[in-house]
């Protein structure tokens, strides 16, 4: 059940952040909530929720209504917007961030774990954004940032199969509802970042490679989020936003030079992917 932490009666907006208890995540909360947001957290952990609505509440005053939920199951934004209007909550804000990684190649993981990746990375995504613009087109006024990767944009590597489709996915769904929406109020961004600082790759198995790269290759989750924020908050949206002078040459290198793309990420695939 949802737990709204603190009743405001003031006009402050709202906005929602889907995987909001570690990462990124817990990142965009902190620093929408100093940018005067109520905060709408979703993540599994509701323990993680709870502690972060009080942090917040702490340090900003802000309201916060917890609605745990997993996103694999086909029932949950369904679900988050009921919980929504019962609170009559209205979102302005949408970040789309929460994701994770399915490591080996594609035959490994069971076709359930794929399913369920899948609807967590693009489907829960198309249809959390479905059900919220419109009361944002209603209203002249929405954010949306849908958490995408560099992975995104440069050839695929081998391992973890369907991450970098499933982000090249929400590039292309961002570019298309940014042109539908140009008149209507609303900006959308796809954030694109490199290798974070995060609890990802823990999750993925994959700390201790990863833990070779250079120091200039890894980014900031405060930095990540603010320029993401700012992004999207531009007169003039960057629709891609890529944080990170070493990724925007990356990126660009790649769009100039595509056989140095495919080499350079064959040679990383084996060094930080885990394949087997």
């Known amino acids: 059940m949802p737990e709204e932490h603190t009743h405001s009666t003031d006009t402050s907006p709202w906005a929602l952040v889907t995987g909001a208890s570690a990462g990124i995540g817990q990142e965009f909360c902190r620093q929408l909530a100093q940018r005067g947001y109520h905060l709408v957290l979703v993540a599994r952990r509701a323990d993680r929720l709870h502690a972060?609505?009080?942090?917040?509440?702490?340090?900003?005053?802000?309201?916060?209504?917890?609605?745990?939920?997993?996103?694999?199951?086909?029932?949950?934004?369904?679900?988050?917007?009921?919980?929504?209007?019962?609170?009559?909550?209205?979102?302005?804000?949408?970040?789309?961030?929460?994701?994770?990684?399915?490591?080996?190649?594609?035959?490994?993981?069971?076709?359930?774990?794929?399913?369920?990746?899948?609807?967590?990375?693009?489907?829960?995504?198309?249809?959390?954004?479905?059900?919220?613009?419109?009361?944002?087109?209603?209203?002249?006024?929405?954010?949306?940032?849908?958490?995408?990767?560099?992975?995104?944009?440069?050839?695929?590597?081998?391992?973890?199969?369907l991450y970098a489709a499933s982000k090249s996915f929400l590039v292309k769904f961002s570019e298309s509802l940014a042109l539908e929406n140009q008149r209507t109020g609303v900006k959308v961004s796809a954030l694109c970042p490199g290798f974070t600082y995060s609890e990802f790759h823990d999750v993925t198995g994959t700390r201790e490679m990863v833990n070779q790269l250079p120091g200039f290759m890894w980014l900031q989750a405060e930095d990540v989020v603010r320029y993401g924020i700012e992004s999207v908050m531009a007169a003039r949206p960057r629709v891609t936003a890529i944080p990170g002078w070493s990724y925007r040459v990356l990126v660009g290198l790649n769009r100039f030079l595509p056989g140095f793309g495919r080499l350079s990420v064959k040679r990383m695939s084996s060094r930080f992917r885990k394949l087997d």
């Open 52 to 161: 972060l609505a009080s942090e917040l509440r702490e340090q900003h005053g802000t309201a916060s209504l917890v609605i745990p939920a997993d996103l694999a199951d086909a029932d949950a934004s369904r679900e988050i917007v009921r919980q929504l209007k019962k609170a009559d909550v209205d979102v302005e804000f949408l970040v789309n961030n929460a994701g994770y990684g399915l490591p080996g190649r594609f035959t490994d993981p069971g076709w359930n774990e794929h399913a369920d990746f899948i609807q967590v990375m693009m489907t829960a995504v198309c249809e959390l954004t479905y059900r919220l613009l419109p009361s944002m087109q209603q209203r002249g006024r929405g954010f949306i940032i849908n958490i995408s990767s560099v992975a995104g944009l440069v050839p695929s590597s081998e391992g973890h199969t």
